[in-house]
């Protein structure tokens, strides 16, 4: 390699765009690592502080059945209510999906008065919403997702003034192919969240 070719433009410019591409690399890394050590959470109910408001996060669906994933949040949603039950329990979306959910937890002594459903097309806006509604969106909220959407849902509620304690689902904590996707997907949204606001992000 000659001296010249070390100063030539076209050398300068890949050196350029692999540095480029080590500080995004690295920055995925750092925000997977926020994701993950967010995400270790117990799913035990003891530890949770007394809260207004239950949210359940779950993407609307056109589906007639009820996922596995869908019913283990509205079981941790149950185990919650049952250990402090709160003013609101909330659902979000709309279509089938919602109702079965709704009768769902009607069906394990979620009384329907306090049952209130969101059809928000997307988790920031949910949380907008929340935060314009003075009787749901006060007060501590107890949010039911995935364990590893914690980190995401804090940054969501912080943008939008909301206080939230995350209490993770059934089951969404083990390690697997899908756990392995679901956590390079949500370390993608917190990255670009950080970048430009959490509130232009929907696919944590």
């Keep these: 390699m000659s001296i010249l070719s070390l100063f030539s433009p076209f050398a300068w410019i890949r050196r350029l765009i692999s540095l480029i591409f080590l500080l995004v690399l690295g920055f995925f890394i ?27 996060v ?20 149950i185990n919650v209510y049952a250990a402090d039950p709160a003013r609101h329990v909330m659902l979000v979306g709309k279509g089938e999906s919602i109702t079965f959910a709704k009768e769902y937890l009607l069906a394990n002594k979620i009384p329907s008065r306090k049952l209130k459903v969101l059809p928000s097309a997307s988790l920031p806006t949910a949380f907008a919403d929340l935060a314009g509604n003075r009787s ?9 997702a995935d364990a590893l959407q914690a980190d995401y849902i804090e940054n969501i509620a912080a943008d ?5 304690q995350i209490s993770p689902a059934i089951n969404s904590e083990g ?4 756990w392995l996707a679901q956590l390079a997907q949500e370390s993608s949204a917190v990255a670009v969240g950080k970048v430009i606001g959490f509130t232009r992000v929907d696919w944590g």
């Design 160 to 164: 939008n003034n909301l206080k939230v």
């Design 58 to 77: 779950d993407p609307a669906s056109s589906s007639t059945q009820l996922s596995s994933d869908t019913i283990n949040r509205l079981n941790q949603a």
């Design 30 to 56: 750092y925000c997977g690592y926020l994701v993950y050590s967010a995400s270790q959470l117990p799913t035990s109910v003891a530890g949770l502080k007394p809260a207004s408001t239950i949210f359940i």
């Design 175 to 178: 390690f697997s192919l899908s």
């Design 136 to 144: 749901l969106g006060s007060g501590l909220i107890t949010v039911v």
